[in-house]
């Protein structure tokens, strides 16, 4: 008995020179959201993912300029810039301008005149931007080029063959490969063959008998979380879908609006409320040692020292209260030889085997 109240009366005399910082590891977690665009309006829409939900709309404008449709949509890697494809009502050519969105600080502006007829946009990784145009009607072939974000300008770079209405492209994150889709009656996906000659060199990816072999492509994007294509066909109904790399296919629902561009933000967000901690860890840093105690003695007895993140980690004996008692408990279990062993969850992260008034307002970062 004695050994652990002269124990205790060291660790207040550290604890009184001056407190311990918290240093718990917090996790972010990730989600995605989708961005679209469509041809009807000058309205970038955000909507939840997998779900659909509509989060925000955000439309762009232009001071001084009418906007007569936009399509084609791709995020910048580095940036999280938008770009997108615009058409103004000044402009007595029918072809579009690239525009860039700064969705952050509610700006758009015009890069420059696109200059050919571009249907839809993606970024490789490197942040290269490229375009892909419908199919010339002389030709039968779309072209495929980069574009410049100084000038918005093309340069050629291949030629696709042609498809009967709808073109889009996009690149996986997984592979850092592009995937092209064309095609209204003669829907067609295909990926660029590694070993080709050119990006327009493909390899077919088959989805005969799936519903997206009888509508026309109206945009794709890479979901990079889950490794997927987005897919929006068409119509109205089931006009939504997620494509894997080698052809399956799994329908999302519908989009309520004629989206022609899509691009997948991803966004790092605190990772939800977890119901996992580790008994004895009063300091959230996954582990149990004398840390603990002083961390525990500072929030109970200095004013001015941070609290317990998670009360249930440093309520060490499990009585449901937070107290001298647990501080006690800890360092006879850490340093007293047939003392009672901390109760679960520990030594691995667990829930609370018995329901208590305490609550884990910051939740460690357990595995
Ligand atoms: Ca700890
Ligand atoms: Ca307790
Ligand atoms: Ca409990």
Same mark, same amino acid.
Not at 33 to 51: A, Q, W
Not at 243 to 266: C, I, K, Q, R, Y
């Given at each position: 008995?004695?050994?652990?109240?002269?124990?205790?009366?060291?660790?207040?005399?550290?604890?009184?020179?001056?407190?311990?910082?918290?240093?718990?590891?917090?996790?972010?977690?990730?989600?995605?959201?989708?961005?679209?665009?469509?041809?009807?309006?000058?309205?970038?829409?955000?909507?939840?993912?997998?779900?659909?939900?509509?989060?925000?709309?955000?439309?762009?404008?232009?001071?001084?300029?009418?906007?007569?449709?936009?399509?084609?949509?791709?995020?910048?890697?580095?940036?999280?810039?938008?770009?997108?494809?615009?058409?103004?009502?000044?402009?007595?050519?029918?072809?579009?301008?690239?525009?860039?969105?700064?969705?952050?600080?509610?700006?758009?502006?015009?890069?420059?005149?696109?200059?050919?007829?571009?249907?839809?946009?993606?970024?490789?990784?490197?942040?290269?931007?490229?375009?892909?145009?419908?199919?010339?009607?002389?030709?039968?072939?779309?072209?495929?080029?980069?574009?410049?974000?100084?000038?918005?300008?093309?340069?050629?770079?291949?030629?696709?063959?042609?498809?009967?209405?709808?073109?889009?492209?996009?690149?996986?994150?997984?592979?850092?490969?592009?995937?092209?889709?064309?095609?209204?009656?003669?829907?067609?996906?295909?990926?660029?063959?590694?070993? &080709?000659? $050119?990006?327009?060199?493909?390899? +077919?990816?088959?989805?005969?008998?799936? /519903?997206? @072999? #009888? %509508?026309?492509?109206? =945009?794709?994007?890479?979901?990079?979380?889950?490794?997927?294509?987005?897919?929006?066909?068409?119509?109205?109904?089931?006009?939504?879908?997620?494509?894997?790399?080698?052809?399956?296919?799994?329908?999302?629902?519908?989009?309520?609006?004629?989206?022609?561009?899509?691009?997948?933000?991803?966004?790092?967000?605190?990772?939800?409320?977890?119901?996992?901690?580790?008994?004895?860890?009063?300091?959230?840093?996954?582990?149990?040692?004398?840390?603990?105690?002083?961390?525990?003695?500072?929030?109970?007895?200095?004013?001015?020292?941070?609290?317990?993140?998670?009360?249930?980690?440093?309520?060490?004996?499990?009585?449901?209260?937070?107290?001298?008692?647990?501080?006690?408990?800890?360092?006879?279990?850490?340093?007293?030889? &047939?003392? $009672?062993?901390?109760?679960?969850? +520990?030594?691995?992260?667990?829930?609370? /085997?018995? @329901? #208590? %008034?305490?609550?884990? =307002?910051?939740?460690?970062?357990?595995?």
């Amino acid at each position: 008995m004695s050994f652990r109240i002269h124990l205790l009366l060291a660790l207040c005399t550290i604890v009184g020179a001056g407190g311990i910082s918290l240093d718990a590891q917090q996790g972010n977690c990730f989600i995605s959201r989708l961005h679209t665009v469509s041809f009807d309006d000058n309205i970038i829409r955000e909507l939840e993912l997998p779900g659909l939900v509509e989060v925000s709309t955000f439309e762009i404008i232009l001071p001084g300029q009418d906007i007569n449709g936009v399509r084609g949509l791709a995020i910048q890697p580095s940036t999280g810039h938008l770009f997108t494809l615009c058409f103004l009502a000044s402009n007595p050519n029918n072809t579009p301008f690239l525009m860039e969105i700064d969705l952050l600080n509610a700006s758009a502006l015009i890069v420059g005149p696109a200059v050919l007829d571009f249907v839809d946009l993606a970024f490789d990784l490197d942040g290269t931007l490229y375009g892909v145009t419908s199919t010339d009607t002389a030709t039968n072939l779309a072209q495929f080029c980069e574009l410049s974000l100084i000038t918005g300008g093309p340069s050629p770079i291949c030629d696709f063959p042609g498809g009967d209405g709808g073109e889009s492209i996009g690149f996986k994150e997984s592979d850092q490969r592009l995937y092209h889709a064309a095609g209204t009656s003669d829907v067609r996906f295909e990926r660029e063959n590694p070993t &080709g000659t $050119s990006a327009c060199s493909t390899i +077919n990816i088959d989805i005969s008998g799936t /519903p997206l @072999a #009888d %509508g026309r492509v109206d =945009a794709i994007c890479d979901w990079p979380s889950e490794d997927l294509f987005l897919w929006k066909k068409e119509g109205s109904g089931s006009n939504f879908f997620t494509v894997s790399s080698t052809g399956g296919v799994e329908s999302l629902g519908s989009l309520d609006h004629p989206a022609n561009g899509l691009a997948v933000v991803v966004i790092a967000t605190p990772c939800p409320p977890s119901d996992l901690f580790l008994r004895g860890d009063a300091n959230g840093d996954l582990g149990v040692n004398i840390a603990d105690a002083v961390f525990l003695l500072n929030s109970l007895f200095v004013p001015g020292s941070p609290e317990v993140p998670c009360s249930d980690g440093g309520d060490v004996n499990d009585d449901g209260g937070l107290n001298i008692a647990d501080a006690v408990y800890l360092l006879n279990a850490l340093f007293v030889p &047939g003392s $009672s062993p901390i109760p679960d969850p +520990n030594p691995e992260c667990g829930e609370d /085997p018995t @329901a #208590d %008034g305490l609550d884990c =307002a910051t939740p460690p970062a357990c595995p």
